[in-house]
């Protein structure tokens, strides 16, 4: 489910952000991080990227995504295509979460880091 997003200059604002960022957050912790939400600028959907560091070949069998299939603001599929797109290829984790895993599962979350990179050793 997509939530609107409002327009206010340059920049994108979130309608309702507890919903499409923190949906699965403890209330608490939703309350703090919403206040820390700054606007986004709008070019950044229309602004090509450059090259990313990752895809040079010192990083081979280095990397990895944390594919997070809950997550409501760029749902799983958007993200298998950011991955299939992107030139450099690498260990996918699935997280069945929101947008946030720091905040709803940030065991499960570390744990999955901690596994990754003990994959790199």
């Known amino acids: 489910m997509h939530r609107k997003a409002t327009q206010h200059l340059d920049h994108l604002q979130c309608a309702d952000p507890q919903a499409v960022f923190y949906g699965e957050v403890a209330p608490p912790i939703t309350e703090l991080a919403t206040t820390q939400l700054k606007p986004e600028p709008e ?8 090259v990313q560091a990752w895809s040079e070949a010192c990083y081979n069998g280095r990397r990895a995504y944390v594919h997070i299939l809950l997550d409501e603001r760029i749902p799983a599929g958007a993200q298998s295509g950011m991955l299939a797109g992107s030139a450099a290829a690498g260990d996918v984790y699935p997280l069945e979460t ?17 596994e990754m990179v003990e994959r790199w050793r």
């Open 43 to 50: 070019n950044v959907l229309s602004t090509p990227t450059a």
């Open 98 to 114: 929101g947008h946030s895993p720091f905040l709803s599962q940030p065991g499960r979350l570390s744990r999955t880091l901690v």
